[in-house]
């Protein structure tokens, strides 16, 4: 069992695992023992390939031994690997996917209006009127000089 020596007031616990637990403050003090440095560096892994981990410890993960660990994606609190849930939280370790979005479609812009075609008989009846005018002036101014 590792010794914890808490660096507030100096008293010496031993522990088994520290997991965040209420036992694990300081009895004097009250400090969070789990936070204090551990007294030791490294270690071999037990399969033999001459593999060093890491035994260090840090707020999150439940014990000395931090092989891998992993942020939450809600608060950022490093976790164990295999973790299906945060430590600090408690929310989803993998959330689901949120669900697409479905495309957004622009309807194009309406085709504009085609412009009036001018009316043609209104033309036509303009000028009839203007040749008829210019006949009748002529008629009179005939009339008169004769």
Request: aromatic fraction near 4%; glycine fraction near 6%; hydrophobic fraction near 40%.
């Amino acid at each position: 069992m590792p010794t914890v020596s808490c660096p507030e007031c100096g008293t010496n616990r031993d522990f088994a695992l520290l997991a965040k637990l209420a036992e694990e403050f300081c009895e004097r003090c009250d400090y969070p023992l789990f936070w204090a440095p551990s007294p030791l560096v490294g270690a071999r892994s037990g399969a033999g390939d001459g593999v060093d981990e890491a035994l260090r410890r840090l707020p999150g993960v439940g014990g000395h031994r931090q092989i891998v660990t992993r942020a939450c994606p809600s608060c950022g609190e490093q976790n164990e690997r295999r973790a299906e849930r945060c430590c600090r939280c408690g929310e989803l370790m993998d959330p689901p996917a949120p669900a697409p979005m479905p495309p957004l479609v622009v309807a194009p812009p309406p085709a504009p209006e085609p412009e009036p075609e001018p009316d043609r008989r209104s033309a036509a009846l303009l000028w009839t009127v203007i040749l008829t005018a210019i006949l009748l002036i002529s008629a009179v101014v005939i009339a008169f000089a004769v």
